[in-house]
């Protein structure tokens, strides 16, 4: 399937907070790419420990010629290139320039540093993807000494 004549991506990514207006619009507060994560204490793990996060997930559509009822998978994939468990949402699509937004809670556990893709599939086509840092910092605390 090719996306030539929709549906069209305005917007994928994520973000810590998503208000809705009367009228359905979104807006979106603290876009995020990037998570650090610090471990500090006198003997912090070598490797990042699992590391649980909530975030919303944003993908705002135009239709385009799509018309219907259409699935939304997004699947996250790792780091070490394992893709662990997907997210399946509905979107209804009208045609044009009418489309829809979707904003959806995720609770995600990262069990690695580095790069996640977030791989978005319409029905069953690849959409697009939402690249996802995280990083670990390792900090050795010394105890002080008592005189």
């Not at 471990?39 to 997930?57: A, L, W």
């Not at 705002?60 to 219907?68: D, I, T």
């Not at 997907?86 to 995720?106: K, S």
Request: net charge negative; glycine share 6%.
């Amino acid at each position: 399937m090719s996306f030539e004549g929709g549906p069209y991506v305005q917007v994928a990514c994520f973000c810590e907070v998503v208000i809705q207006d009367n009228k359905g619009v979104l807006s979106l507060i603290r876009i995020i790419d990037t998570l650090e994560h610090s471990q500090v204490s006198p003997n912090p793990p070598e490797d990042m420990p699992p590391v649980p996060f909530k975030m919303k997930f944003v993908l705002m559509l135009k239709s385009g010629k799509a018309r219907g009822r259409h699935s939304i998978r997004l699947v996250p994939q790792a780091p070490t290139g394992e893709t662990k468990g997907e997210t399946i949402l509905t979107v209804h699509l009208a045609g044009e320039e009418q489309g829809q937004n979707v904003a959806a809670d995720m609770a995600f556990v990262f069990e690695h540093e580095g790069l996640y893709w977030f791989n978005i599939y319409f029905d069953d086509e690849k959409l697009t993807a939402i690249p996802f840092r995280i990083k670990y910092n390792r900090i050795v605390t010394k105890a002080a000494t008592q005189p």
